[in-house]
């Protein structure tokens, strides 16, 4: 069984940063590409940034120049640094990822969200 945790989300004031986790765990073979939504009150889901396998990055453009997504192949992890953190940018953040497990099959998998809340 694949599950995705995320942590690291919490209230802080505008212009501050937060770095959110997501931990891949069970039998996991490798993780493909994975990405990082939110979902703001009263709004779509909206994805925000995404990581391929070879650690190449695209982003949306809201979050261009702020947001830093990453892994650690070893930890089955992805980050997303966020800097200059905007009262926009309050939300549920989601991570998703397509991970081959023990069988040698790709399944897509999200995780429970963390809360993000920035002050103004």
């Known amino acids: 069984q694949v599950q995705l945790v995320e942590s690291g989300g919490g209230l802080v004031q505008a212009g501050g940063s937060l770095r959110l986790s997501c931990v891949a765990s069970?039998?996991?073979?490798?993780?493909?590409?994975a990405y990082w939504y939110r979902q703001g009150p009263g709004k779509q889901r909206e994805l925000v940034a995404l990581i391929e396998s070879d650690s190449s990055a695209d982003y949306v453009d809201f979050v261009k120049g702020r947001f830093t997504i990453s892994r650690d192949n070893a930890k089955n992890t992805v980050y997303l640094q966020m800097n200059s953190l905007k009262p926009e940018d309050t939300a549920v953040y989601y991570c998703?990822?397509?991970?081959?497990?023990?069988?040698?099959?790709?399944?897509?998998?999200w995780g429970q969200g963390t809360q993000v809340t920035v002050s103004s």
């Open positions: 998703h990822a397509n991970i081959v497990d023990h069988t040698g099959r790709a399944h897509d998998y």
């Open positions: 069970g039998t996991i073979f490798s993780i493909n590409n």
